[in-house]
């Protein structure tokens, strides 16, 4: 064990405290087992070290950090390690990549129940299940769902400014107000484009001219690991799910023909429907339905969006369709706190109560001017009027 403490040491001192996501005040670290999904490269491992940079200085003896997927558990127990741990005095224990661990629930579950001294934090997949029947830890866990950085970090991190998230009531409400505000303070379109292309992964920070190799192997071991671990997705077709994102990405948006789709891939439409299902709940696609209740694998997604635009322009290059990166920066940046579903007269409805149509600055009401609750999203545009909103200013909801 003195080695995974060595590690862990390693790691806190090159861990920089330059810029802490706002998610960290969000989590109730008090809780005694919290859980934190999200998908690979979005800054789950650094958030846990940030916080015992920031909040545990003082309780280092009896903290400790570990990866799951570390050769060091090829030979030993998450329970044995524990259980030298507590005897050690440790109290806070951080378990990173959790999914990689067989049977991880299930010790989870005996850990928490053994040892109500010990806090622990852990990190995983999208798709790592927290309720199953062996062992339910959705009683006992606290969980969050990390997103990559929104458009308002994004200005943080390469301004300094500190910027409050606005709440999708303000914007539709106070959206000429807020925008002088924060207008005053940057100019947003200096970095709208930038943070399109680059800016939604925080590895974007450690060597930006390797971005975009970085993103690659990053949506390479989503498909060529966390699906066939986690999903059973046979490797053999890993190949045409990435022939269906390519697809998706060069999209204006995405509209599903299954029948056709189908054909052209050469995977039936049980197996079709049920990797866009994957897909959407690993974090690499939005997937909107016409009704978003008791959305089942099987059912046909009424448009597919790509998760951020960051993964248009890798998967697209230089096809990237502008309306499509405009309606996929809206769908991050909404889906995070409200749910999406389609609409006939509109791009979006949200929360089964407002409908936007996204489009270019000169977008005008005609295809929403006789529906309630209704508002024009548009880009190049610093300030909007009546129900007319830039489409920068979503990027501050989170």
């Known amino acids: 064990m003195d080695f995974l403490f060595e590690q862990f040491q390693q790691k806190l001192k090159h861990t920089s405290l330059n810029f802490v996501r706002s998610v960290m005040e969000e989590i109730n670290w008090k809780a005694r087992l919290i859980g934190i999904k999200g998908a690979r490269g979005i800054g789950k491992t650094t958030l846990l070290l940030q916080y015992i940079k920031l909040h545990l200085g003082g309780e280092l003896n009896r903290t400790l950090y570990v990866s799951l997927d570390d050769i060091w558990f090829n030979n030993h127990s998450l329970i044995s390690l524990v259980r030298d741990f507590e005897r050690q005095g440790g109290k806070y224990l951080f378990l990173d990549e959790v999914h990689k661990y067989p049977g991880w629930a ?57 910027f409050d998230k606005l709440y999708l009531n303000q914007i539709m409400e106070n959206h000429l107000e807020e925008a002088q505000r924060i207008n005053e303070m940057i100019k947003p379109f200096q970095y709208f484009k930038p943070y399109l292309k680059h800016g939604y992964y925080p590895f974007y920070l450690e060597q930006s001219d390797l971005y975009e190799m970085r993103l690659g192997e990053v949506v390479n071991m989503i498909l060529e690991i966390e699906l066939p671990l986690l999903r059973h997705v046979e490797l053999a077709y890993v190949a045409k799910i990435k022939q269906l994102l390519v697809i998706i ?40 339905f016409k009704n978003t209740q008791g959305i089942s694998k099987l059912q046909k997604p009424s448009k597919i969006y790509l998760d951020n635009t960051n993964l248009i322009y890798l998967l697209a290059r230089e096809n990237a369709n502008k309306g499509n990166l405009r309606e996929t920066f809206f769908s991050n940046q909404l889906a995070y706190r409200h749910t999406l579903g389609y609409t ?55």
Do not use: C
């Open 106 to 162: 299930q010790e989870l579950k005996n850990i928490y129940d053994s040892y109500p001294e010990l806090k622990i934090v852990f990190t995983g997949s999208l798709l790592m299940e927290i309720l199953n029947a062996r062992a339910d830890l959705s009683r006992r866990a606290v969980v969050y769902t990390m997103q990559g950085f929104s458009f308002r970090e994004y200005i943080g991190v390469e301004t300094g400014a500190v």
């Open 249 to 288: 990405a060069e999209s204006v948006p995405f509209v599903p023909n299954v029948s056709k789709l189908s054909d052209k891939i050469g995977i039936n439409r049980a197996t079709l429907l049920s990797y866009l299902h994957y897909l959407d709940e690993i974090g690499l696609t939005q997937n909107l």
């Open 344 to 398: 006939e007269q509109g791009d979006f409805m949200v929360d089964d109560r407002f409908t936007f149509e996204i489009g270019s600055k000169g977008k005008n009401q005609k295809q929403i001017r006789l529906v309630e609750n209704a508002y024009i999203v548009a880009d190049d545009i610093l300030y909007g009027s009546q129900n007319k909103i830039p489409l920068w200013m979503f990027g501050f909801l989170y």
